[in-house]
């Protein structure tokens, strides 16, 4: 008796050391945190709310139940990949990033990004930040008048899966695409596209490649693996919402198929980190670079998007340029630190 008693002593103690990575734990000190942002490319407030309201991302709804789902308005920029991207990821409005939209941009200058002011804060040995992107240009990297990236750094299957990125453009047949797409990069790529002089500070820059959720999805599993030894930011992003929008609109089953696939990977994400002992320490945040306007295939005019998190210290809505000092706070970065001062706040309670 005395003998069980003990043996069930020492496993009590051996489950509250080793830690339960069942649910985020608010109490780990934000600066011990790992943070994983996933971008929903197009994902419409208002059609993630109906989906919610059929269970039909129960994966999503999981991490609203544990933290917080708050309202995010798209203001000061166009609605599209570009612009949403670079602010949702540095912070700033155009006028500071030269990112307006898809064909008026510049590269973000260096030191401006969320992944490079964690690296400022905390020393680039100390947090690996990694980008993956299924998108190519409107993400992109490629340099001054460059229009796509050297063959041999696209892979073969990337280049079969190429998709569509605008309305127009997912009309035509795929080698009309190409040459369409090519053109419109020419006329606008005068200086870079925005992801050009900063990737080089990421711990991985894995972008200029467009690719679907079944190609983004496994590598966001690997990247978990590989760098959760140590401490990470992720972004991942996923761009078939904004894709089946534009080639059959947003109230079609394709649309609301790819918003199904990415809460699947979510639930993998989440899964993973579960499995490897992390998900205690890590914060998960979905959102989306803009909305979709209702019914159509376009998103010219879609501000509403939403921030979905585990984090139940997110409570406020807010807009945009909120994101990255919310993340920045909830890591243990310090505000005051950053210049140019950012021009949101923190979404927390
Ligand atoms: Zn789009």
């Not at 925005?194 to 999805?217: C, E, H, L, M, Q």
Request: a positive charge; hydrophobic letters at 35%.
């Amino acid at each position: 008796m005395v003998r069980l008693r003990k043996w069930m002593l020492a496993l009590a103690a051996l489950v509250l050391a080793a830690g339960c990575a069942c649910a985020f734990d608010p109490s780990v000190p934000p600066a011990q945190r790992n943070a994983i942002l996933i971008s929903w490319d197009g994902a419409q407030r208002d059609h993630v709310k109906e989906c919610l309201s059929r269970n039909e991302l129960p994966n999503l709804a999981a991490l609203i139940k544990e933290g917080s789902f708050v309202e995010i308005d798209v203001v000061g920029h166009q609605t599209d990949t570009k612009a949403g991207h670079t602010q949702m990821l540095t912070g700033y409005d155009p006028d500071v990033t030269g990112v307006y939209s898809n064909s008026k941009y510049r590269p973000i200058p260096e030191g401006y990004t969320i992944f490079e002011r964690l690296n400022q804060q905390f020393g680039k040995e100390n947090i690996a930040t990694i980008m993956l992107t299924g998108k190519s240009h409107h993400i992109g990297s490629l340099g001054p008048g460059e229009t796509a990236p050297p063959k041999a750094a696209r892979p073969r299957q990337a280049r079969k899966n190429t998709v569509a990125e605008d309305e127009e453009t997912a009309k035509l047949k795929p080698q009309q695409r190409a040459a369409a797409e090519a053109q419109k990069v020419a006329q606008t790529n005068k200086e870079g596209e925005p992801w050009y002089k900063v990737k080089a500070n990421f711990t991985v820059w894995d972008g200029d490649i467009a690719r679907p959720a079944s190609k983004v999805g496994p590598r966001c599993l690997d990247y978990i693996d590989k760098y959760g030894k140590g401490r990470f930011f992720a972004f991942f992003h996923f761009s078939d919402p904004d894709h089946k929008g534009h080639a059959n609109g947003e109230n079609s089953k394709e649309y609301n198929d790819a918003l199904i696939e990415c809460d699947q990977w979510l639930g993998k994400i989440v899964e993973k980190l579960k499995a490897n002992g992390l998900y205690d320490k890590t914060m998960i945040f979905v959102t989306a670079d803009h909305g979709f306007d209702e019914g159509k295939t376009s998103h010219k005019n879609a501000p509403y998007v939403f921030l979905a998190a585990n984090d139940p210290k997110v409570k406020k809505n807010g807009d945009q340029r909120d994101i990255v000092p919310t993340i920045l706070v909830e890591m243990g970065a310090d505000l005051s630190k950053i210049t140019p001062k950012l021009p949101g706040k923190p979404l927390l309670q």
